[in-house]
């Protein structure tokens, strides 16, 4: 009994051992990441300037512009696969902390599109002066939310060398239209439901057409899905975003990607949008068919537990295989001078 006993302690010990080992070489990634402050009009932004671990002349630099959301530097060590593809192709990566995130000064719920874009044109003015960084190949990725601040960025700086666009959306109304509809059908909400929801969206929507107060909001709001005070005024400021006419403004390339599973955006309207307003020499898009709206793999939209573990335990397998290598080959194509 004790001898079976000792059996399952050291084979449980044994489990335990390469769990961690598993881990530890799953979460250390071939990058060196420097932890940075930037002095703004508007106070400190911290972030991460991450390197490749080896390296010889000037490097390319990635500007993150993230979406939605209170967004570490990381995105909570999401970001750490995509740093380490470019820096296998000689880029180093930069970014920021949210306002109010780690550090940053501000509330990133007070900004306005406008001002993220100020907030990462102060980040490219820093990173020009680093001497490891060849100003001439910095380029911008922006995922979601990003797609509205992107292109106000091209339009000030027009030193940008690329543009990469994941799952961006066109117009903020629309856009959410689109994904309460989708979420709901996903959920098997019937239709008369759905209408319902969509009735008491537009009711929403007329408020703050008509710039109506937070308290004014309260008196219709559905309590299960409360938007706070300061979510309100974010919202208020930012509702009427669209990116259609901003995109003039590239003078640059522009790779557009777009996940085929993506319930968040209508990918048909981006991809229509987009190809009108972007000229075909300068634009490339990519579809990726098994991809969601965070270019997640099909079988980790399916299961919450499974995208958990995996983050964990494989965080380099969370996302579409085609992803990270279409990244990579096209910032590949801007070679140093």
Same mark, same amino acid.
């Given at each position: 009994?004790?001898? =079976?006993?000792?059996?399952?302690?050291?084979?449980?010990?044994?489990?335990?051992?390469?769990?961690? @080992?598993?881990?530890?070489?799953?979460?250390?990634?071939?990058?060196? /990441?420097?932890?940075?402050?930037?002095?703004?009009?508007?106070?400190?932004?911290?972030?991460?300037? #991450?390197?490749?671990?080896?390296?010889?002349?000037?490097?390319?630099?990635?500007?993150?512009?993230?979406?939605?959301? #209170?967004?570490?530097?990381?995105?909570?060590?999401?970001?750490?696969?995509?740093? $380490?593809?470019? #820096?296998?192709?000689?880029?180093?990566?930069?970014?920021?902390?949210?306002?109010?995130?780690?550090?940053?000064?501000?509330?990133?719920? *007070?900004?306005?599109?406008?001002?993220?874009?100020?907030? #990462?044109?102060?980040?490219?003015?820093?990173?020009?002066?680093?001497?490891? @960084?060849?100003?001439?190949?910095?380029?911008?990725?922006?995922?979601?939310?990003?797609?509205?601040?992107?292109?106000?960025?091209?339009? $000030?700086?027009?030193?940008?060398?690329?543009?990469?666009?994941? +799952?961006?959306?066109?117009?903020?109304?629309?856009?959410?239209?689109?994904?309460?509809?989708?979420?709901?059908?996903? /959920?098997?909400?019937? $239709?008369?439901?759905?209408? *319902?929801? *969509?009735k008491y969206d537009n009711q929403v929507l007329d408020l703050l057409k008509s710039q109506s107060s937070y308290d004014d909001y309260l008196k219709i709001a559905n309590k299960n899905s409360l938007i706070s005070k300061e979510r309100w005024s974010f919202i208020k400021k930012n509702y009427l975003s669209d990116?259609? /006419?901003?995109?003039?403004?590239?003078?640059?390339? @522009? =790779?557009?990607?777009?996940?085929?599973?993506?319930?968040?955006?209508?990918?048909?309207?981006?991809?229509?949008?987009?190809?009108? =307003?972007?000229?075909?020499?300068?634009?490339?898009? +990519?579809?990726?068919?098994?991809?969601? =709206?965070?270019?997640?793999?099909? *079988?980790?939209?399916?299961?919450?537990?499974?995208?958990?573990?995996?983050?964990?335990?494989?965080?380099?397998?969370?996302?579409?295989?085609?992803?990270?290598?279409?990244?990579?080959?096209?910032?590949?194509?801007?070679?140093?001078?």
């Open positions: 009994m004790k001898k =079976h006993f000792k059996l399952i302690l050291v084979g449980t010990i044994g489990i335990l051992a390469a769990s961690i @080992v598993l881990f530890i070489y799953q979460n250390t990634f071939k990058i060196t /990441e420097k932890k940075i402050e930037i002095e703004t009009s508007n106070g400190i932004l911290t972030g991460t300037l #991450a390197l490749p671990t080896d390296y010889s002349g000037k490097l390319g630099l990635v500007v993150f512009v993230h979406g939605d959301g #209170a967004i570490n530097d990381s995105y909570d060590g999401g970001y750490k696969p995509l740093w $380490e593809k470019f #820096a296998s192709v000689g880029y180093a990566s930069l970014s920021l902390n949210k306002p109010g995130i780690n550090g940053s000064n501000g509330n990133w719920l *007070e900004q306005s599109m406008d001002d993220r874009a100020q907030e #990462a044109i102060h980040a490219i003015h820093w990173a020009k002066n680093l001497p490891m @960084v060849d100003s001439k190949r910095i380029g911008l990725w922006g995922a979601s939310q990003g797609g509205w601040v992107i292109p106000k960025i091209a339009k $000030e700086d027009k030193d940008i060398a690329f543009n990469i666009l994941v +799952s961006p959306a066109i117009n903020w109304v629309t856009q959410g239209k689109y994904n309460t509809r989708k979420n709901l059908q996903k /959920e098997g909400t019937s $239709e008369k439901e759905i209408q *319902e929801v *969509e990116a259609t /006419e901003d995109l003039k403004y590239f003078n640059s390339p @522009v =790779h557009l990607v777009l996940g085929g599973q993506d319930i968040n955006v209508d990918i048909n309207n981006t991809d229509l949008i987009y190809r009108q =307003h972007i000229q075909s020499n300068q634009l490339s898009v +990519s579809i990726l068919p098994d991809a969601d =709206h965070s270019m997640l793999k099909k *079988e980790m939209v399916a299961s919450k537990l499974r995208t958990n573990l995996t983050a964990i335990f494989f965080p380099r397998s969370l996302f579409d295989d085609k992803y990270l290598n279409d990244l990579t080959q096209f910032v590949s194509q801007f070679k140093a001078n």
